[in-house]
């Protein structure tokens, strides 16, 4: 065990974890911040997303170790009572069904819009086309992306 000063929202934090323990497991466990979850534990369903450097990055298999600067969960980017714009995009459009997914969709979105404010639908699809939605909402996550796009614009 190694203790590392891990910023996470923006708030500073020591915490004890392998250096090879993956980010996931302390963002949750360690720091209590449970937006980000564990789906395939592959860096393939995107549910552990998480924006570190202004990127959309899987923290299932991101070491504590590698992480050198501050990382963003889902937890502070909005709130209940005031939602960040995509946030708010999503539930306008339902573009979630049983919500398991909607932390990769909308961390990826975030970070998509904060580098490119105006995407084309090409860009869209091809920054989000490795999320995976099982229950088939990505016609409604789709609007929600644009809806969000023009919001930020």
Excluded at 35 to 42: D, P, R, T, W
Excluded at 77 to 105: D, L, R, T
Excluded at 108 to 116: P, Q
Aim: hydrophobic fraction near 40%; aromatic fraction near 4%.
């Amino acid at each position: 065990m190694a203790t590392q000063t891990l910023i996470g929202n923006g708030k500073k934090r020591k915490v004890k974890a392998s250096p090879d323990t993956p980010l996931l497991y302390v963002l949750r466990d360690e720091m209590g911040l449970g937006g980000a979850k564990f789906g395939c534990g592959l860096a393939q369903c995107g549910a552990c997303t998480v924006i570190v450097e202004g990127r959309a990055v899987r923290s299932c298999v991101l070491p504590v170790g590698s992480v050198r600067a501050a990382v963003r969960t889902i937890e502070g980017i909005g709130s209940p009572k005031k939602p960040h714009p995509v946030q708010k995009a999503f539930i306008e459009e339902q573009a979630m069904a049983c919500g398991y997914c909607a932390n990769g969709w909308v961390m990826s979105t975030v970070a998509m819009l904060e580098s490119n404010p105006k995407p084309s639908e090409a860009h869209i699809r091809e920054q989000l086309g490795d999320l995976k939605c099982r229950c088939g909402t990505h016609m409604a996550i789709l609007r929600a992306v644009r809806k969000a796009a023009g919001a930020l614009a």
